[in-house]
């Protein structure tokens, strides 16, 4: 009898080849007026998350210091190289799990952003929004139906960006909305976007388009005080090295 389904399953797939990629520890591009964010994207967890703006690299580098101790190779090619990059930053640092380093790994990237503006605002310790974008993310979509099982949807970690940050809510809205459009404009059926904002466009808010291929968000966050906050999440991290506790250092993470 032959097999019905032997051309749709696969029952014995092999495993997806993990590329991990190489550190970069060039100077990034500065110009006066520039702000940064450090960036930590986790594959194997499918996490997305970020620190800034940030006026200066320190305290991006108190940041980082405290996510390298839990690696001894990402330690040492972070201490080989700290006199470069705590006066110049850096671009990309690679911080492979101590155990499981072949497939568990974290990314580590600085994005710079020229506006002069919002740099005046952080230094002032004034509020900021701060647009994020991610997809198309892969749908759960059921193999024999052809149907979308659940909202759940991977490829967070590998297709988010910082869109930029901005000093007013109706500049980070429009911004938003602008960035949704890009994202799926060549989208055939294109979908409709949902946003969902608070009143008065008070804090941040979310957009959010879906189709039978791809989802995809556009997310608004409101900064309080960057500075502030980066100090009090590395002062916590401080006390659970102490504690032999690993670093947690999630701030801001989709």
């Known amino acids: 009898m032959s097999d019905l389904f032997a051309?749709?399953?696969?029952?014995?797939?092999?495993?997806?080849?993990?590329?991990i990629p190489p550190d970069d520890l060039s100077t990034p591009t500065v110009v006066p007026g520039t702000v940064f964010y450090l960036t930590i994207s986790t594959p194997h967890t499918d996490t997305f998350e970020w620190h800034g703006?940030?006026?200066?690299?320190?305290?991006?580098?108190?940041?980082?210091?405290?996510?390298?101790?839990?690696?001894?190779?990402?330690?040492?090619?972070f201490a080989a190289a700290l006199k470069t990059v705590q006066k110049n930053g850096f671009t990309q640092l690679i911080i492979p799990d101590a155990t499981r380093k072949a497939v568990e790994f974290m990314v580590l990237?600085?994005?710079?952003?020229?506006?002069?503006?919002?740099?005046?605002?952080?230094?002032?310790?004034?509020?900021?929004?701060?647009?994020v974008r991610t997809g198309p993310m892969a749908l759960d979509i059921d193999a024999l139906t052809g149907k979308v099982r659940s909202g759940k949807a991977t490829g967070r970690a590998t297709t988010s960006s910082i869109v930029g940050s901005y000093t007013a809510r109706k500049e980070a809205r429009a911004a938003a909305e602008a960035a949704m459009t890009s994202l799926i404009e060549n989208e055939s059926p294109r979908p409709t976007p949902k946003m969902s904002f608070p009143a008065n466009d008070a804090g941040g808010g979310l957009i959010m388009a879906m189709n039978t291929r791809a989802k995809w968000e556009v997310r608004v966050f409101f900064e309080t005080n960057t500075l502030r906050d980066a100090a009090e999440r590395y002062?916590?991290?401080?006390?659970?090295?102490?504690?032999?506790?690993?670093?947690?250092?999630?701030?801001?993470?989709i």
């Open 7 to 19: 051309d749709d399953i696969i029952f014995d797939a092999p495993a997806p080849t993990v590329v």
């Open 53 to 77: 703006p940030f006026t200066s690299f320190t305290p991006i580098i108190a940041l980082v210091s405290g996510l390298v101790s839990a690696s001894p190779s990402a330690s040492t090619t």
């Open 109 to 131: 990237r600085v994005e710079c952003e020229l506006n002069a503006k919002v740099k005046g605002e952080v230094e002032e310790g004034h509020s900021v929004f701060t647009v």
């Open 235 to 253: 002062d916590a991290d401080e006390l659970h090295r102490e504690k032999g506790m690993k670093a947690n250092l999630r701030y801001r993470g």
